[in-house]
């Protein structure tokens, strides 16, 4: 029993997890009920606009490799130098308020400081808007919009030219979008607070952020870029392979193929460019049993039939159980660092 002394009877580890599990349910309520602000509101968003600022600052190294990358590496320290000083703050600020003696105010402190993580977790989060992005395009293409689906697709989740793409290429797109998404904005994000709290999911969320606005090939950001692209790649490694992992075990409470999963992952998941995109792309062409093409780049699973937007649909529904599942892994990991900093600390 906890008795009168409230809090003060639970073990260390006990309260780091209970603290740690409500900062996650607060952030799965928040993203359901509210989903994302304005962007001018977001957090991300100011991230944004600091790596757009100093990138635009860069006339006096363009077209010079060497000095570019040095100013894209200027870019991505700074960034988490602030995001860790931000981040960081508020942090401490909710160790601070659960840290309790007992007494009658014990438990609203914890779920004070929960709550406090769990708004500024919500930030490097964002499952509902990922699904409510694939809606879009699937309901345009199932009144026969076309036009309107490839807005959608061109606005909420690529940057690739959509204007000419054909329905299933609008399909394949989304599909893509979809499943690689849920690494960058789910699962990694989630991962990288079970290992070092909202610090480190934020130092992550910033990194990918960077990776997404600089992180391409040509002109000035081919060096520019490299930074924070290298950088995410590392982040993202583990993320990458533990969403492609759950993909596949939601095939089964999902009705998707399993079987085909694990075969397009394991013939076609390198073929992409990226180290890590890949793996949940591929797990999503091999569950749906569809083929999924970026022109020029890459084909996932070239034995598939052409995506429908029926698809995108069905891929939700797999996510929504991927994610069911990646809580529980998230949570199984929170209990294994409580137990061991309570051991080592």
Request: aromatic fraction near 12%.
């Amino acid at each position: 029993m906890i008795g009168r002394q409230g809090l003060f009877l639970l073990p260390y580890a006990m309260l780091g997890f209970l603290y740690a599990l409500l900062g996650l349910a607060i952030t799965a309520i928040l993203d359901f009920t509210l989903g994302d602000p304005p962007t001018k509101f977001h957090p991300v968003g100011w991230q944004g606009r600091y790596i757009d600022y100093l990138w635009s600052r860069r006339f006096r190294v363009r077209g010079n490799p060497v000095r570019l990358f040095i100013w894209g590496l200027v870019i991505v320290v700074s960034g988490l130098i602030l995001t860790m000083m931000g981040a960081g703050f508020l942090q401490w600020t909710a160790a601070v308020l659960r840290r309790t003696d007992g007494g009658r105010f014990g438990w609203a402190r914890l779920i004070f400081a929960s709550m406090l993580a769990g708004f500024v977790l919500k930030g490097t989060f964002s499952f509902s808007g990922l699904i409510k992005a694939g809606k879009l395009v699937e309901t345009s293409l199932d009144v026969g919009d076309l036009k309107s689906a490839r807005d959608s697709t061109a606005y909420h989740l690529v940057s690739r030219p959509t204007a000419d793409l054909s329905e299933s290429e609008v399909c394949s797109a989304t599909l893509e979008s979809l499943s690689e998404n849920f690494t960058d904005s789910v699962a990694a994000p989630l991962l990288w607070y079970a290992l070092g709290g909202v610090t480190a999911a934020w130092c992550y969320r910033f990194v990918n952020t960077a990776d997404a606005m600089l992180g391409y090939r040509g002109g000035d950001k081919e060096w520019g870029g490299k930074a924070a692209a290298r950088l995410d790649d590392v982040l993202s490694w583990v993320p990458a392979r533990l969403s492609g992992f759950l993909i596949v075990l939601a095939c089964f409470p999902s009705g998707a193929d399993a079987r085909g999963a694990i075969r397009v992952v394991k013939d076609d998941a390198k073929s992409v460019p990226s180290p890590n995109s890949g793996r949940t792309m591929a797990a999503a062409a091999g569950a749906l049993g569809v083929r999924l093409e970026k022109p020029d780049a890459y084909v996932l699973n070239p034995r598939g039939r052409p995506p429908t937007s029926g698809d995108i649909r069905h891929l939700s529904s797999l996510l929504r159980w991927s994610l069911l599942l990646l809580y529980f892994s998230i949570l199984g990991i929170i209990a294994v660092v409580r137990l061991l900093m309570d051991k080592l600390f």
